[in-house]
């Protein structure tokens, strides 16, 4: 079985059991993730954080980017911003899926073991990863 199918089967087992993000490290990014339907209210959601926040925004990505398998932006935040982004995400995401995740070095666990979703999960292509 691939990583990718893997993922995406333990992620479907722990539908019901909703991972809410913890704050128990020092960084951490959050995935934005859209596509051509939701461009629009990506583009809104990238520019309120851009004017609210103080935060490193990444590209605005209208592509895959492995290991992300959806277009996406990232936000890089700390463990101070932690519960009040994490709050203005869940009022403002407007539908679109989230992944947070800490920035512990360790790629795989931060995308599979410490991840957590605000939304419904997005396969990720867990490929890159593989030692």
Known sequence: MSLINSYAETKKQKMNQIQRPT???????????????????????????????????????????VPHTKWMFQVLFTKSDFDGFIS????????????????????????????SWLGDSINLDLRLFEK
């Not at 629009?40 to 592509?63: L, M, P, S």
């Not at 899926?97 to 410490?114: C, F, R």
């Open 88 to 115: 203005w995400l869940e009022n403002n995401r407007n539908d679109l899926s989230i992944l947070i995740h800490p920035l512990t070095g360790n790629d795989l666990q931060d995308h599979t073991k410490y991840a």
């Open 23 to 65: 704050n128990n490290h020092k960084a951490y990014h959050a995935h934005i993730y859209f596509d051509e339907k939701t461009v629009d209210i990506a583009t809104e959601v990238y520019t309120q954080i851009q004017n609210q926040f103080d935060f490193e925004i990444g590209r605005f990505h209208k592509k895959p980017t």
